[in-house]
């Protein structure tokens, strides 16, 4: 299928792409783009499979950063595939949340072919801001990803198969590691400049400063060292569409993504999609309870299943504050004045999180799962 003079980061040089293969297609839609991967939905001139659209993801060698193109190994497309084609494996009550199915991997141009989730799908972020949930639906959805990657973590504690290839994603491993606690320090001393954090300068104590390049440099040995779970390590709702059918009803839940798949800390899965629904309760009131219905029923959900420890609740209150650091200034969700808010308080939550009493974790965000 490969043709190495074609840009696959263009309309025309997919449909060229595609011309003489099964899934040649007569319209395609761009979904994203520019940044390391580009994916396009297709409208297939033969149906495929009983399919007439498809979506196609190539990946780039690159990842554009502030301006800049930083390596990005396109490995991550092996470890993506073997993530879809593994998960469909997890044992589901319902068989509400899956993932995409594949059906074609180029390995040669970097492109995936898989499902398309539907043009009425919305990732969980967008569905969530535009309003288009209630608390009971909010319930069901907690309930289901909390199943879903609860389940996931048990399956792949038992699968050393999946443990023994997913321990090889190196690049994953670092890049996590890098993007939340390799970042912690130089955001709060201003040394990586963002504006919203400076005139006046955050205020952030030499002690909180301590504890924090403490817990940095061992949450990064944890990271890069795991060997024993199987984790997401991308698991927040800009990677999960939701699906509805004609009668409003939550009908699948999709999650993309998986090219950081790796074994890792299953508390940073759960704290990733934490922090990330708790901002949204934060800039978005609209959606406030419903947001955080979301979160109490997701981490109840997987503390049944899973019956996690204190420490494990600790790690995951500690990742949360950790993600609204190293996360929220860079990403535009408010005012100055509540991005520093948000910041603050999560040096707080992480700072009691690693170094707080039990009762403290109890009665802290994560309290549904304790």
Same mark, same amino acid.
């Given at each position: 299928m490969g043709d190495s003079t074609l840009d696959l980061g263009t309309v025309s040089g997919i449909q060229t792409y595609l011309?003489?293969?099964? *899934?040649?297609?007569?319209? $395609?839609? $761009?979904?994203? +783009?520019? &940044?390391?991967? *580009?994916? &396009?939905?297709?409208?297939l001139i033969l149906p495929y499979d009983g399919r007439t659209t498809l979506v196609v993801k190539h %990946? @780039?060698? &690159?990842? !554009?950063?502030? +301006?800049q193109k930083l390596p990005f190994d396109t490995i991550r497309q092996f470890f993506e595939v073997e993530a879809l084609t593994r998960v469909k494996d997890v044992? =589901?009550?319902?068989?509400? /949340?899956?993932?995409?199915? /594949?059906?074609? *991997?180029?390995?040669q141009a970097? /492109? $995936?072919? $898989?499902?398309d989730c539907g043009e009425d799908a919305l990732t969980l972020k967008k569905f969530m801001q535009d309003?288009?949930?209630?608390? %009971?639906? =909010?319930e069901e959805i907690g309930r289901a990803l909390g199943e879903f990657i609860g389940n996931m973590h048990m399956w792949g504690r038992q699968n050393r198969p999946v443990l023994d290839l997913f321990e090889t994603n190196e690049q994953g491993k670092t890049i996590s590691a890098w993007a939340t606690y390799g970042r912690l320090e130089s955001t709060l001393t201003g040394k990586d400049d963002l504006p919203v954090?400076?005139?006046?300068?955050?205020?952030?104590?030499?002690?909180? !400063?301590?504890?924090?390049?403490?817990?940095? %440099?061992?949450?990064? !040995?944890?990271m890069t060292s795991a060997r024993e779970w199987f984790v997401m390590g991308d698991f927040w709702p800009g990677n999960i569409l939701i699906t509805l059918d004609n009668a409003g009803a939550l009908k699948r839940i999709y999650i993309l993504d998986w090219e950081v798949a790796k074994t890792g800390l299953p508390e940073l899965d759960l704290g990733q999609f934490c922090a990330e629904m708790d901002l949204l309760r934060r800039f978005h009131p609209?959606?406030?309870?419903?947001? +955080? @219905?979301?979160? =109490?029923t997701f981490l109840g959900t997987y503390s049944e299943l899973c019956r996690p420890d204190i420490s494990f609740a600790r790690r995951a209150i500690t990742h949360w504050g950790v993600h609204l650091v190293a996360w929220v200034p860079r990403i535009p969700w408010g005012s100055k004045e509540d991005t520093r808010?948000?910041?603050?308080?999560? /040096? =707080? !939550?992480?700072?009691? +999180? &690693?170094t707080g009493s039990d009762e403290w974790v109890k009665s802290s965000f994560v309290k549904d799962l304790c």
């Open positions: 011309s003489n293969t099964p *899934f040649a297609s007569d319209h $395609i839609t $761009i979904l994203s +783009g520019g &940044y390391s991967n *580009f994916a &396009y939905r297709i409208k %990946s @780039k060698s &690159y990842v !554009l950063a502030a +301006g044992p =589901s009550s319902k068989q509400l /949340v899956t993932v995409p199915t /594949v059906h074609r *991997f180029d390995k970097n /492109v $995936i072919i $898989i499902d309003g288009r949930s209630n608390p %009971s639906l =909010s954090l400076q005139d006046p300068p955050i205020d952030v104590s030499r002690e909180q !400063l301590e504890i924090i390049k403490t817990l940095s %440099s061992e949450r990064t !040995l944890d609209e959606c406030a309870e419903s947001a +955080g @219905k979301t979160i =109490s808010k948000t910041v603050e308080e999560g /040096v =707080s !939550l992480l700072v009691e +999180g &690693y």
